[in-house]
């Protein structure tokens, strides 16, 4: 069964600093896709970036990147330039292959940011 | 209204009631999903369906029941609350051929 870990339960960066965001994951697919979702105060899931495992290329998305590194099964966000409106939980998640033929997400616990200016 | 949404929004039920939680969609999705929200799990699948008519457990599905009539609709049911049941749900839906899960806006759940 896929598995990911979000060791991070909270983080902390001032405005306009980079901050990395870890996420791990455990699967026998070679086939899979990678997610970051972010859950403001609001409640409301936004989805982010998506790196799929035969991507060559580290995703990108404004100020969003992700750091895929296959062999070491991680899939870090790394956000850039942080502001005040990124403070929010983060949710890392896998793209699961179901016996159905079709996919489910599997996701981590999350980490909380809190950027201060 | 375009998109996907829950309805209620907000929900306080009894111990022991039966409850809907309403899911509608107007993209025509193949897919839909129900998630619970809990302080230090995460979001967990309850069920999931393919089109209309097909259903599957997820990770959680104890004490849940779903349909789908119609493939706009995906309606969550628990047949008889339970407070361990108290939590955020949410519907997902997903295109065939695409990766992204869209969302809807929650439903905060309290059974007392």
């Known amino acids: 069964a896929q598995k990911i870990t979000q060791t991070q339960p909270g983080m902390f960066v001032q405005e306009k600093e980079a901050v990395t965001l870890d996420c791990t994951y455990d699967?026998?697919?070679?086939?899979?896709?990678l997610f970051w979702y972010k859950q403001p105060s609001s409640g409301e899931m936004i989805f982010l970036i998506y790196?799929?495992?035969?991507?060559?290329q580290n995703a990108t998305e404004g100020r969003y990147s992700l750091n895929f590194q296959k062999a070491r099964k991680s899939a870090n966000l790394v956000i850039s330039a942080s502001q005040l409106g990124d403070s929010a939980m983060y949710f890392c998640?896998?793209?699961?292959?179901?016996?159905?033929?079709?996919?489910?997400?599997?996701f981590g616990k999350g980490t909380m940011l809190l950027v201060s200016p | 209204d375009a998109g996907i949404t829950q309805s209620p929004r907000y929900k306080i039920t009894e111990t022991g009631r039966q409850v809907t939680l309403m899911c509608h969609q107007t993209?025509?999705?193949?897919?839909m999903f129900w998630y619970r929200q809990d302080l230090g799990h995460g979001l967990r699948l309850i069920y999931y369906?393919?089109?209309?008519?097909?259903?599957d457990k997820g990770e959680v599905p104890d004490g849940y029941v779903v349909s789908r009539s119609k493939t706009e609709n995906f309606p969550l049911t628990l047949e008889s609350a339970t407070r361990s049941q108290t939590s955020v749900y949410f519907c997902?839906?997903?295109?065939?051929?695409?990766?992204?899960?869209?969302f809807g806006p929650g439903t905060r759940l309290t059974v007392t």
């Open positions: 998640a896998m793209r699961d292959a179901s016996n159905s033929g079709y996919s489910t997400l599997t």
């Open positions: 699967t026998s697919d070679q086939s899979y896709g």
């Open positions: 790196q799929g495992s035969y991507d060559e």
């Open positions: 993209w025509s999705h193949s897919y």
């Open positions: 369906s393919a089109a209309a008519d097909i259903t």
């Open positions: 997902a839906s997903l295109s065939r051929g695409l990766y992204e899960q869209y």
